[in-house]
């Protein structure tokens, strides 16, 4: 009986196709849940940006009158944006190393 029992055990521990079934599938959940995150960070970071975008192009308005009718209106936003992510990541790479 202790013989049968042990042969079992080894042919499902040596049963190849079987354990590499099972891996794969756990392999499948554990990316499906890594990308779900990814994309829920990246949701969070998207909308972030296009905030931030309205409040620039809010403020530009309200300082400057008419200035949305200029050709350069949209690289002025865009200048605007990059300047304030560049002060924010000297600032959190400044806050890093002390």
Do not use: G
């Amino acid at each position: 009986m202790f013989n049968l029992k042990f042969l079992k055990s080894i042919k499902e521990a040596l049963d190849t196709k079987a354990n590499l079934a099972a891996f794969t599938n756990s392999q499948a959940l554990e990316r499906d849940d890594f990308i779900k995150s990814l994309s829920s960070n990246e949701l969070h970071i998207k909308a972030d940006e296009e905030r931030l975008e309205a409040m620039v192009r809010q403020q530009l308005k309200e300082e400057f009158p008419n200035i949305e009718k200029s050709s350069s209106y949209d690289l002025l936003v865009d200048a605007v944006i990059h300047n304030y992510k560049s002060k924010q990541l000297q600032a959190t790479d400044d806050a890093e190393i002390k």
